[in-house]
Every structure is written in structure tokens, then in C-alpha cells.
């Protein structure tokens, strides 16, 4: 009995430990929440949480501290995805069905999220596709593996999509065009006016969070007139005509997802994206469609050779993409009480030789990349440092 | 001496400077003169006032001194070698003058369209344009070992002896842009079109000029293109391959034909030759026959006058007719060229390799998506690959691999990256996402010497083309833009912050 006990109080004091136990990543550079990177930064965390953000000198004479060559950053952040769910997550009969939730899609053991897990992003809002007018909810979920099967969903209802563009029209159903689903929406809007039962457009319209994927211009300048006046603007998602909308769109204070761009774009979609840059919009990326692992590191590389401001291309990586999805407070920067999802990268993320070199995500040790220094760290997040 | 902002900055910066260059130090120097000498108060307040315009201290900014005057004038009398060229300074900048070797704050000095001179501190006598910039980092022109820009192709098909610089587009200013955006300034382009042989492709510079001079071929036959089809049918794939290995077969049975005309005109001259030697005995005894005819004498085809038995008929051998198809074919096979296969799968890689071997061509693969799967065949055969790891079109194949440069490299293989079909503005960047340890030597140095011009360009040396960039900072980093283009001494493109006018 008395072994069993001093047994059982061993156990609980390793767990205490454990549960409690500080770890300290000191990186050559930190990636600050206002894009920049900083050298000389402690990042402390303690939970699975960022309990504070230290002077790397503080911990001078500590042997438990991981240290690296490479840049800290908080885990990237797919503003809109389709990774692990593509082609099961929207009706192509419906032109309206707010209802589906593209989380439900998801198949948590698909290749291309553990790839993704690999490359830093550790945290995607899931899209419906694009092939109804109102077609389903935004999911935000993390790509680290989950006990169960499960995805690990941190929001269910993350924004409800509006697609204005050839992919939701269709000519056996209405909308067969843009004049047809602008009739459409106003028709919605009225209907819930007159009390009609719409609890999900009703709330689309009364300032629940809204995505609009937009093919042209003119569908952003549609959709932000459809919501002018009301009491939230959406988020725009496009790309391809951001030279002559990007103005707009920072008038009417909505946030902006872009991409994916590749290494091929033309003159005019990179301009767009400097000029929305410019415009002081906050932007998060997206690597919907494309079959690269490394696709939204790409894209925020090009943005900022197109004029993004390297610290503004490195928020739209991790902070700015966090406020777009929701999650401000929660997660996307390195900073006091936000959730250890952490990245180091072998140089600035935005550098397209740059490798991610480990991953974590609320704090526990997710992928280490082989090598040298990979392995150090691997001994030293998972045997405490003391060797 | 006076110390003048002499160029105005005019006409569109996103255009490149060709029709009408503002700066008269790029016109000979005779016509320069009046311009130098007559530099009006009116003109100098203008030049003045256009860069009060644009104080940012990062801008770059141009001056013109001259240094001695009356060397000056002197030299438009006795025309000196060192003067009759346009001198450009660049002073101050980090130069990069291979990709790897760095030098601080050096100035680099253009004499015409050259290198004069890189180092620190130049000081150079005569009329000198100069630019300081400072704080920006200056490499050697980009070279895309494999691109496409500015190419008008032909449809599907082509002909070994067409050349892809007839389908280069020098008017193409858009395309000329985004290669200057991205520090492009000379490229392989390609003849390769459709399945089976393409031409000889070319290396051209983006050069300036006007008319015909604009893009400058650099090495008009740099390679013979050939394409395995890996886009088409498997049967499709089939068929170039035993057409393509018809074709260099029939090149070799054509050299057999002429080889056989040779050696039978060769008898035929020399019977030709005996049978008037023995006329010239025969004739010794006839005084009348005018000398020097006889050698000219064709041979009799019936029996003499004589009256003896008629000899043996001789015939003249037909030439056979040209083929000049044939001939840029022979030029492969005794390896005078070499061949580019554009080829992604692997099965079309191991069929490029094996009729390298059958007919000991120097192959090179080009487009290679899969060339990592045999990677071991390309080592053995010591045969390089160029990737196209931006390119559209190898997307399309499920094995290409992000980290293809690697395995190539480790391997033993030499591998190139290029932008192939995609546009070259992100070159660099491209090399640098394949996980190249030296970017920028490989798109500089390395690439000129795959290319074989490498005593042309791909350097800051003396003696090389001054062909330049200058970007805002180091351009491995994120965020460097191209802010300058220089491409045979003359500047072609500026970025629009460079505030080069309206």
C-alpha cells in the first residue's frame, strides 16, 4: 500500500511537472507581431501557451534553452483552403445552401495536410468550393494529427461564402449570370426584411462574418454595394483585378484574401496586389487549388518582390491572416497568451529557400525535419533539455 | 568644372529606352559633342529641378562632370580611344561580380557598351556619366538558362534547320518588361514546338538598339532541340522517338551518300586524268593542238577516230542533292552542337539517353520533371538537366518533386534551373525555391558557362558585356526589387519608384 502510494506520488509529480514545465526557444530572429524580425527575442512557453516573450540575455547561463541559427515564427495561417477536402465540400445543384460546413468535408488523414503540417502551416480555414451563389460555411482547423480521426476544429462558423463568378453560375439553374445572382441576393435580402425564416443569410446580412469569393472586379464592386450600408463588409477574396479595386475595397474597410500566386503571374495581378498592399488593407493568403506543399510561402515571396512591404507579406503569413480568419486573439503571434504554434525556419519564411526546420503547435513538437540541428532540437523539446 | 545634372529623366520608365534614348553620352561621340559643350543654364536648372523632384536619398541620382575640360576639348579634336566611348560610373554600390565573390562599396566603370573596370574608388579621366548608388547591390545580368521570352513559336512541328531566333520577338517590349523586372538579361531560347526535332536553338541578349540590332544574338547555334513529346499520347511518344531516331539515321546515310560521291568522283577524276595522260602520248605528235586544252577535254563517249575498241564509258557520279536538314543533324553527331531534349517522364528521358548513346550526341534534358527517378542513368552518362521549376506545364506530370535539384545534385547530375515556359520574373527566386546553395551564381556565372558564352556575359569583368542590375539590396532577400537595368551599357528599364519621369 504504501509503495502503490509513494508510487502514485511520483507519477503525479512527473505529470506536475511536466504539465508545468517552461520551455524557452531562442532563435536567431523572432517574428514579431508587426511583420518584423527581430533578433535577441526568448519565447517562453509554458501549457502549450506563449506565457511571455523575454530578453534572450536572461537566460545566458541556462543550459535547458533551445537555441537556433534559424527564424521563429508563429505557424502559417491558409486563409482559405481546400487541403484535405477538395471536391467534397459544396453542392452544385443548389444555388442556395447556406447550411454544409466544410470542416465535415475533411479527411484529417489526407496526405496534403500532413504536407502542409510540414511546410509551418499549422492552422487552415476550409472553404466550400465555389459552385453555389450561397454556398456553406468556413471552417477554421488545425493540420496537426488528432486523436480519433478527428479534425481539430477550431471554429465552425468562420464566415458564410458568397461566390460571385462563373463557377456559381450555371445554365440549368438560376443564377445563369451576374444579373441573375445579383437579382438573387437582393431578393434574399428582402425576403429576410419581410421576416422569412433565413436564419443564416439573415445573419450574413446582419453582420455575421461573410467571405465573398470574387472573379472579377466587377463582382467586388457588386458584392461591396450589396453590403454597403449594412452592418459588416465582407471579406473579398480575389486576386486577378486588385489594380482597380483595391481602392474600393479599402474604402469600405474589408480585409482581403489573395492568392495562391505562382512563380508565373503576370504584370497586372502583381501590381494589383502592391497597390492593395499600399492601401493599408489587411491581407491574409490563400493556397486554395494548388497542388505546391509550399504554396503560400510562394505567394507571400512574390507578393513581396511584386511591393508588398516584407513585414506586411510576413503578417499576411501569421497575424493579419489570424484577424481574418477570427482567431486574433488566440493564435498568430508570438506574443503573451496566444497558443504555441511556432515554426522555426531555417532563414525568413518569406525567402523561398528557406526549410522549415520544426513545428509545433500548442506547444507539443509536431515535425522536426531531419537533420543536424532538427535532431538537437528533438532531444531538447522532448527530453526537457537535459541530456 | 562644372558639376550638372545632364540627363533629364524623361519618356516612360516602364518602357525600355530603345526608340529614343535620352541620354546622349549612348550616341557616338561626334554627335555628343554640341550637347556637352552647349549645356544651357536653361537645361541644367531643368535637369535640377526634375531631381529636387525626388528627394528620397535612396533615389539614385545622375550626374555629369567633366573632369579636365580641356582634355576634353582636346579629345574631340584627336579623337583618343579611351574617350571616344560613353564612360558610366556606378560608384558605391555592393557588387556582386559572379554571384559569389562580393565586393563593398566598389564602383563599377562602363566604357561603350563594356566592363571597363570594377573597384573601389575609380576615378576614371574624361567625360563620365555618373550614378551614385548607394546602399544598392549590383549583380551581372540574369541569365535564364532555358526561356521563352519574347518567342513567337511556331505551331506544332518545325525542321531541323529552323532557327529559333527567327521566332525571337525583339519588339516585344511587354515581354522584354517582365524579363528586366525580374534582372533577366539573356537568355537560351529554345526551337523545340511540338513532338520530334525543333531546330537549333540560340543564347540572346535582351540588347537595346534600334531595328534589327535589338536583341543581340549571342550564340546563334547553341543546341539542337528536340522534343521526346512527353505532353502527348503514349503512342504519340512512340512515334518521335523512332521518327527522331530516323531522322538522325537518315543524316547518316546521308554522309554515306556524299562519302560515296567522293571517293567515286575521286576515281572518276583520276581516270579521268590517266585517260588524258594517255591521250597526251597518243597526242605527243601532233604539234597543231594548242596546249591546255587537253587536260579540259571531256572524255569521248563514242569510239575514236582512230578506229581502235572503244574505251570504257566514263560516267561523271550524280551529286547527291543537298539536305540541309541532314547536315545541322551531322553537326549533332559529331557532337559540334549539342542536343537539348525537351523531355519530363522519365520514359522519355531514358529514350533521349538512349539515342545520345546510339549516336554519341551531347545530350542535354530539358524540362526533366521526372529526371530525378533516373538520376543514376543521367550520372552515368555525365548528361545535364535543365528544370523548369516554375513552368506550367510539368505541373501537369504527378512525380516531378519540389526537391528535384537536390537529388540531382547529389547524384552527381548537373542541373540547371530555368523559368522554361513561365515568365522569367522570378527567375531567382525560382533557383532559390529548388533549394540552389549558390542562387545567384546560378542564374550568373554557372549559367554562362553551361551556355558556353561565359567570355561574354554572366560576369563583371573586364572585357564582358556591361550587361547589369541594379537592385535596391541584396537580391536573395526578400522584398529587393530591380530598380535599373543596363544592358550593353545602356540603361533599359527602371523601376517605377526610380521616379524616371511622368
Same mark, same amino acid.
Given at each position: 500500500m504504501r509503495r502503490l502510494t509513494l508510487q502514485f506520488a511520483a507519477v503525479l509529480a512527473a505529470a506536475t511537472a511536466a504539465v508545468a514545465q517552461e520551455r524557452v526557444i531562442i532563435a536567431s530572429r523572432t517574428l514579431m507581431p508587426d511583420g518584423s524580425l527581430v533578433p535577441g527575442k526568448a519565447v517562453v512557453v509554458t501549457?502549450?501557451?506563449? &506565457? %511571455?516573450?523575454?530578453?534572450?540575455?536572461?537566460?545566458? =547561463?541556462?543550459? /535547458?534553452?533551445? !537555441?537556433?541559427?534559424?527564424? $521563429?515564427?508563429?505557424?502559417?495561417?491558409?486563409?482559405?483552403?481546400?487541403?484535405?477536402?477538395?471536391?467534397?465540400?459544396?453542392?452544385r445543384i443548389a444555388s442556395v445552401d447556406p447550411e454544409p460546413m466544410a470542416h465535415e468535408a475533411l479527411d484529417p488523414h489526407a496526405q496534403e495536410v500532413a504536407e502542409a503540417l510540414r511546410q509551418g502551416v499549422t492552422t487552415l480555414m476550409l472553404a466550400p468550393e465555389p459552385t453555389s451563389l450561397i454556398g456553406g460555411r468556413c471552417s477554421v482547423?488545425?493540420?496537426?494529427?488528432?486523436?480519433?480521426?478527428?479534425?481539430?476544429?477550431?471554429?465552425?462558423?468562420?464566415?458564410?461564402?458568397?461566390?460571385?463568378?462563373?463557377?456559381?453560375?450555371?445554365?440549368?439553374?438560376?443564377?445563369? &449570370? %451576374?444579373?441573375?445572382?445579383?437579382?438573387?441576393?437582393? =431578393?434574399?435580402? /428582402?425576403?429576410? !426584411?419581410?421576416?422569412?425564416? $433565413?436564419?443564416?443569410?439573415?445573419?450574413?446580412?446582419?453582420?455575421?462574418?461573410?467571405?465573398?469569393?470574387?472573379?472579377?472586379?466587377?463582382?467586388?464592386?457588386?458584392?461591396?454595394?450589396?453590403?454597403?450600408?449594412?452592418?459588416?463588409?465582407?471579406?473579398?477574396?480575389?486576386?486577378?483585378?486588385?489594380?482597380?479595386?483595391?481602392?474600393?475595397?479599402?474604402?469600405?474597410?474589408?480585409?482581403?484574401?489573395?492568392?495562391?500566386?505562382?512563380?508565373?503571374?503576370?504584370?497586372?495581378?502583381l501590381a494589383g496586389i502592391a497597390r492593395a498592399a499600399d492601401t493599408g488593407v489587411v491581407i491574409g493568403f490563400s493556397a486554395w487549388g494548388d497542388p505546391d506543399a509550399d504554396s503560400l510561402r510562394r505567394t507571400a515571396a512574390a507578393a513581396a518582390d511584386a511591393g508588398m512591404t516584407p513585414d506586411a507579406a510576413r503578417r499576411a503569413l501569421t497575424s493579419d491572416a489570424a484577424r481574418i480568419i477570427g482567431l486574433h486573439g488566440t493564435l498568430g503571434s508570438i506574443a503573451p497568451g496566444q497558443s504555441a504554434d511556432l515554426v522555426v525556419f531555417s532563414h525568413d519564411p518569406l525567402r523561398p529557400d528557406s526549410r522549415p526546420l520544426a513545428v509545433w503547435v500548442a506547444g507539443e513538437l509536431v515535425h522536426a525535419h531531419t537533420g543536424n540541428e532538427a535532431e538537437e532540437l528533438v532531444d531538447h523539446l522532448w527530453n526537457g533539455g537535459a541530456k | 568644372?562644372?558639376?550638372?545634372?545632364?540627363?533629364?529623366?524623361?519618356?516612360?520608365?516602364?518602357?525600355?529606352?530603345?526608340?529614343?534614348?535620352?541620354?546622349?553620352?549612348?550616341?557616338?561621340?561626334?554627335?555628343?559633342?554640341?550637347?556637352?559643350?552647349?549645356?544651357?543654364?536653361?537645361?541644367?536648372?531643368?535637369?535640377?529641378?526634375?531631381?529636387?523632384?525626388?528627394?528620397?536619398?535612396?533615389?539614385?541620382?545622375?550626374?555629369?562632370?567633366?573632369?579636365?575640360?580641356?582634355?576634353?576639348?582636346?579629345?574631340?579634336?584627336?579623337?583618343?580611344?579611351?574617350?571616344?566611348?560613353?564612360?558610366?560610373?556606378?560608384?558605391?554600390?555592393?557588387?556582386?561580380?559572379?554571384?559569389?565573390?562580393?565586393?563593398?562599396?566598389?564602383?563599377?566603370?562602363?566604357?561603350?557598351?563594356?566592363?571597363?573596370?570594377?573597384?573601389?574608388?575609380?576615378?576614371?579621366?574624361?567625360?563620365?556619366?555618373?550614378?551614385?548608388?548607394?546602399?544598392?547591390?549590383?549583380?551581372?545580368?540574369?541569365?535564364?538558362?532555358?526561356?521563352?521570352?519574347?518567342?513567337?513559336?511556331?505551331?506544332?512541328?518545325?525542321?531541323?534547320?529552323?532557327?529559333?531566333?527567327?521566332?525571337?520577338?525583339?519588339?516585344?517590349?511587354?515581354?522584354?518588361?517582365?524579363?528586366?523586372?525580374?534582372?533577366?538579361?539573356?537568355?537560351?531560347?529554345?526551337?523545340?514546338?511540338?513532338?520530334?526535332?525543333?531546330?537549333?536553338?540560340?543564347?540572346?541578349?535582351?540588347?537595346?538598339?534600334?531595328?534589327?540590332?535589338?536583341?543581340?544574338?549571342?550564340?546563334?547555334?547553341?543546341?539542337?532541340?528536340?522534343?521526346?513529346?512527353?505532353?502527348?499520347?503514349?503512342?504519340?511518344?512512340?512515334?518521335?522517338?523512332?521518327?527522331?531516331?530516323?531522322?538522325?539515321?537518315?543524316?547518316?546515310?546521308?554522309r554515306d551518300s556524299l562519302d560515296e560521291y567522293a571517293h567515286d568522283l575521286e576515281a572518276y577524276e583520276k581516270k579521268l586524268a590517266e585517260r588524258a595522260k594517255a591521250n597526251d602520248k597518243k597526242d605527243a605528235g601532233k604539234p597543231d593542238q594548242p596546249p591546255g586544252a587537253q587536260p579540259e577535254r571531256p572524255p569521248q563517249p563514242a569510239s575514236d577516230q582512230t578506229g581502235k575498241k572503244p574505251e570504257e564509258e566514263l560516267k561523271k557520279p550524280a551529286e547527291p542533292r543537298r539536305n540541309r536538314q541532314a547536315e545541322v543533324l551531322l553537326r549533332a553527331i559529331d557532337r559540334e552542337i549539342p542536343v537539348r531534349f525537351r523531355a519530363d517522364r522519365d520514359a522519355d528521358i531514358i529514350n533521349a539517353l538512349t539515342l545520345a548513346d546510339e549516336f554519341n550526341l551531347r545530350a542535354v534534358i530539358e524540362g526533366g520533371a521526372e529526371a530525378h527517378l533516373v538520376a543514376a542513368d543521367l550520372a552515368e552518362r555525365n548528361v545535364p538537366v535543365v528544370l523548369d521549376h516554375a513552368g506550367e506545364h510539368s505541373r501537369a506530370i504527378p512525380r516531378r518533386r519540389a526537391d528535384a535539384l537536390a537529388i540531382l545534385t547529389d547524384a552527381g547530375v548537373t542541373a540547371r534551373v530555368a523559368s522554361g515556359d513561365a515568365s522569367p520574373r522570378f527567375l531567382l527566386r525560382s533557383i532559390q525555391r529548388a533549394g540552389s546553395p549558390d542562387a545567384l551564381a546560378h542564374c550568373t556565372a554557372d549559367a554562362a558557362a553551361f551556355l558556353n558564352v561565359a567570355d561574354s556575359i554572366g560576369s563583371l569583368r573586364q572585357g564582358r558585356y556591361a550587361d547589369l542590375v541594379i537592385w535596391s539590396g541584396d537580391p536573395r532577400e526578400p522584398g529587393a526589387r530591380v530598380r535599373r537595368v543596363y544592358v550593353s551599357g545602356q540603361l533599359m528599364w527602371q523601376s517605377d519608384g526610380e521616379g524616371g519621369g511622368s
Amino acid at each position: 500500500m504504501r509503495r502503490l502510494t509513494l508510487q502514485f506520488a511520483a507519477v503525479l509529480a512527473a505529470a506536475t511537472a511536466a504539465v508545468a514545465q517552461e520551455r524557452v526557444i531562442i532563435a536567431s530572429r523572432t517574428l514579431m507581431p508587426d511583420g518584423s524580425l527581430v533578433p535577441g527575442k526568448a519565447v517562453v512557453v509554458t501549457n502549450g501557451r506563449i &506565457s %511571455r516573450l523575454a530578453d534572450a540575455a536572461e537566460f545566458d =547561463d541556462r543550459a /535547458d534553452v533551445f !537555441r537556433t541559427d534559424g527564424v $521563429l515564427s508563429p505557424g502559417l495561417i491558409d486563409c482559405l483552403s481546400d487541403i484535405g477536402a477538395r471536391g467534397h465540400t459544396a453542392s452544385r445543384i443548389a444555388s442556395v445552401d447556406p447550411e454544409p460546413m466544410a470542416h465535415e468535408a475533411l479527411d484529417p488523414h489526407a496526405q496534403e495536410v500532413a504536407e502542409a503540417l510540414r511546410q509551418g502551416v499549422t492552422t487552415l480555414m476550409l472553404a466550400p468550393e465555389p459552385t453555389s451563389l450561397i454556398g456553406g460555411r468556413c471552417s477554421v482547423v488545425r493540420t496537426r494529427p488528432y486523436p480519433h480521426g478527428r479534425a481539430e476544429v477550431l471554429r465552425t462558423d468562420a464566415g458564410q461564402t458568397l461566390n460571385m463568378g462563373e463557377w456559381a453560375f450555371s445554365a440549368s439553374r438560376e443564377p445563369s &449570370s %451576374r444579373a441573375g445572382a445579383m437579382f438573387m441576393l437582393r =431578393d434574399l435580402y /428582402d425576403r429576410v !426584411r419581410r421576416g422569412e425564416r $433565413l436564419p443564416l443569410i439573415e445573419k450574413m446580412y446582419a453582420g455575421g462574418p461573410c467571405i465573398a469569393r470574387c472573379e472579377l472586379g466587377q463582382d467586388v464592386s457588386a458584392v461591396l454595394r450589396l453590403f454597403s450600408g449594412k452592418r459588416t463588409s465582407p471579406v473579398i477574396v480575389h486576386s486577378r483585378d486588385l489594380v482597380d479595386v483595391a481602392s474600393e475595397i479599402a474604402a469600405f474597410e474589408s480585409m482581403l484574401i489573395v492568392g495562391p500566386i505562382s512563380f508565373n503571374a503576370g504584370r497586372r495581378e502583381l501590381a494589383g496586389i502592391a497597390r492593395a498592399a499600399d492601401t493599408g488593407v489587411v491581407i491574409g493568403f490563400s493556397a486554395w487549388g494548388d497542388p505546391d506543399a509550399d504554396s503560400l510561402r510562394r505567394t507571400a515571396a512574390a507578393a513581396a518582390d511584386a511591393g508588398m512591404t516584407p513585414d506586411a507579406a510576413r503578417r499576411a503569413l501569421t497575424s493579419d491572416a489570424a484577424r481574418i480568419i477570427g482567431l486574433h486573439g488566440t493564435l498568430g503571434s508570438i506574443a503573451p497568451g496566444q497558443s504555441a504554434d511556432l515554426v522555426v525556419f531555417s532563414h525568413d519564411p518569406l525567402r523561398p529557400d528557406s526549410r522549415p526546420l520544426a513545428v509545433w503547435v500548442a506547444g507539443e513538437l509536431v515535425h522536426a525535419h531531419t537533420g543536424n540541428e532538427a535532431e538537437e532540437l528533438v532531444d531538447h523539446l522532448w527530453n526537457g533539455g537535459a541530456k | 568644372m562644372t558639376n550638372a545634372p545632364l540627363e533629364p529623366r524623361s519618356g516612360n520608365p516602364a518602357n525600355p529606352v530603345r526608340s529614343h534614348n535620352p541620354n546622349p553620352f549612348n550616341r557616338p561621340f561626334h554627335a555628343r559633342l554640341p550637347t556637352i559643350l552647349l549645356t544651357t543654364e536653361s537645361n541644367m536648372s531643368r535637369a535640377c529641378s526634375t531631381s529636387c523632384r525626388y528627394p528620397d536619398s535612396a533615389a539614385l541620382t545622375e550626374t555629369f562632370r567633366v573632369r579636365r575640360p580641356a582634355v576634353a576639348i582636346l579629345a574631340t579634336v584627336i579623337p583618343l580611344p579611351a574617350f571616344a566611348q560613353a564612360q558610366l560610373l556606378i560608384e558605391n554600390a555592393t557588387v556582386c561580380l559572379d554571384g559569389r565573390r562580393i565586393v563593398e562599396n566598389a564602383d563599377v566603370l562602363i566604357r561603350g557598351d563594356r566592363i571597363a573596370a570594377v573597384a573601389t574608388d575609380l576615378d576614371p579621366r574624361g567625360r563620365v556619366t555618373r550614378i551614385d548608388a548607394t546602399g544598392a547591390f549590383i549583380t551581372p545580368g540574369l541569365i535564364d538558362a532555358w526561356g521563352a521570352t519574347a518567342m513567337r513559336t511556331t505551331p506544332s512541328g518545325g525542321s531541323p534547320d529552323q532557327l529559333a531566333f527567327d521566332a525571337f520577338d525583339r519588339y516585344d517590349a511587354e515581354a522584354f518588361r517582365a524579363a528586366f523586372a525580374g534582372g533577366v538579361t539573356s537568355l537560351y531560347i529554345s526551337a523545340a514546338s511540338g513532338p520530334g526535332i525543333g531546330g537549333i536553338g540560340s543564347v540572346v541578349r535582351l540588347a537595346p538598339g534600334d531595328g534589327p540590332s535589338a536583341g543581340d544574338v549571342l550564340l546563334r547555334d547553341a543546341a539542337l532541340c528536340i522534343d521526346m513529346g512527353s505532353a502527348q499520347s503514349p503512342t504519340a511518344r512512340i512515334r518521335t522517338f523512332h521518327a527522331v531516331r530516323k531522322a538522325l539515321k537518315d543524316a547518316i546515310a546521308y554522309r554515306d551518300s556524299l562519302d560515296e560521291y567522293a571517293h567515286d568522283l575521286e576515281a572518276y577524276e583520276k581516270k579521268l586524268a590517266e585517260r588524258a595522260k594517255a591521250n597526251d602520248k597518243k597526242d605527243a605528235g601532233k604539234p597543231d593542238q594548242p596546249p591546255g586544252a587537253q587536260p579540259e577535254r571531256p572524255p569521248q563517249p563514242a569510239s575514236d577516230q582512230t578506229g581502235k575498241k572503244p574505251e570504257e564509258e566514263l560516267k561523271k557520279p550524280a551529286e547527291p542533292r543537298r539536305n540541309r536538314q541532314a547536315e545541322v543533324l551531322l553537326r549533332a553527331i559529331d557532337r559540334e552542337i549539342p542536343v537539348r531534349f525537351r523531355a519530363d517522364r522519365d520514359a522519355d528521358i531514358i529514350n533521349a539517353l538512349t539515342l545520345a548513346d546510339e549516336f554519341n550526341l551531347r545530350a542535354v534534358i530539358e524540362g526533366g520533371a521526372e529526371a530525378h527517378l533516373v538520376a543514376a542513368d543521367l550520372a552515368e552518362r555525365n548528361v545535364p538537366v535543365v528544370l523548369d521549376h516554375a513552368g506550367e506545364h510539368s505541373r501537369a506530370i504527378p512525380r516531378r518533386r519540389a526537391d528535384a535539384l537536390a537529388i540531382l545534385t547529389d547524384a552527381g547530375v548537373t542541373a540547371r534551373v530555368a523559368s522554361g515556359d513561365a515568365s522569367p520574373r522570378f527567375l531567382l527566386r525560382s533557383i532559390q525555391r529548388a533549394g540552389s546553395p549558390d542562387a545567384l551564381a546560378h542564374c550568373t556565372a554557372d549559367a554562362a558557362a553551361f551556355l558556353n558564352v561565359a567570355d561574354s556575359i554572366g560576369s563583371l569583368r573586364q572585357g564582358r558585356y556591361a550587361d547589369l542590375v541594379i537592385w535596391s539590396g541584396d537580391p536573395r532577400e526578400p522584398g529587393a526589387r530591380v530598380r535599373r537595368v543596363y544592358v550593353s551599357g545602356q540603361l533599359m528599364w527602371q523601376s517605377d519608384g526610380e521616379g524616371g519621369g511622368s
